[in-house]
Nanobody
Framework: QVQLVESGGGLVQAGGSLRLSCAASGRTNSNLGMGWFRQAPGKEREFVATISWRSGSTYYADSVKGRFTISRDNAKNTVYLQMNSLKPEDTAVYYC????????????????WGQGTQVTVSS
C-alpha cells in the first residue's frame, strides 16, 4: 500500500505563486508514476501534471503549461508542484495520486490518492 499526503495549499492573489508537496510512504517503488489532479466546485476532477518516478519524464495539461512545474525528490519520496502566475481559474482542491499504469490522463488509472489541499486564487 502507498499513502500520500498533500500540503502547501492556501489563498493567493492572481499572479502569485504556491508550491504544493506530496509525501509518499508505504510500499513505493520506481514503477510508480505520480500525478496532480484538481477539482473545482461543480466540475469533475481534471488532470494537471504527471511525472515518472523512474525517468523523471513530465507531462502537463495545456491550461498549466509554462506556469506549473512538477518535480520529484526520490530520496525524500516527495513530489512537488510549483505553481506560478496563478489565475482565478486555478482555484480548486488539488490532489496527489500514484499509478502503475502508463496511461496518465485518466484519474481512474491511479491506484492511490491523497486527501487534497485547497488552492484559492483571488482576482
Amino acid at each position: 500500500q502507498v499513502q500520500l499526503v498533500e500540503s502547501g495549499g492556501g489563498l493567493v492573489q492572481a499572479g502569485g505563486s504556491l508550491r504544493l508537496s506530496c509525501a509518499a510512504s508505504g510500499r513505493t517503488n520506481s514503477n510508480l508514476g505520480m500525478g496532480w489532479f484538481r477539482q473545482a466546485p461543480g466540475k469533475e476532477r481534471e488532470f494537471v501534471a504527471t511525472i515518472s518516478w523512474r525517468s523523471g519524464s513530465t507531462y502537463y495539461a495545456d491550461s498549466v503549461k509554462g506556469r506549473f512545474t512538477i518535480s520529484r525528490d526520490n530520496a525524500k519520496n516527495t513530489v512537488y508542484l510549483q505553481m506560478n502566475s496563478l489565475k482565478p481559474e486555478d482555484t480548486a482542491v488539488y490532489y496527489c495520486a500514484a499509478r502503475y499504469s502508463s496511461m496518465w490522463r485518466d484519474p481512474k488509472n491511479y491506484n492511490y490518492w491523497g486527501q487534497g489541499t485547497q488552492v484559492t486564487v483571488s482576482s
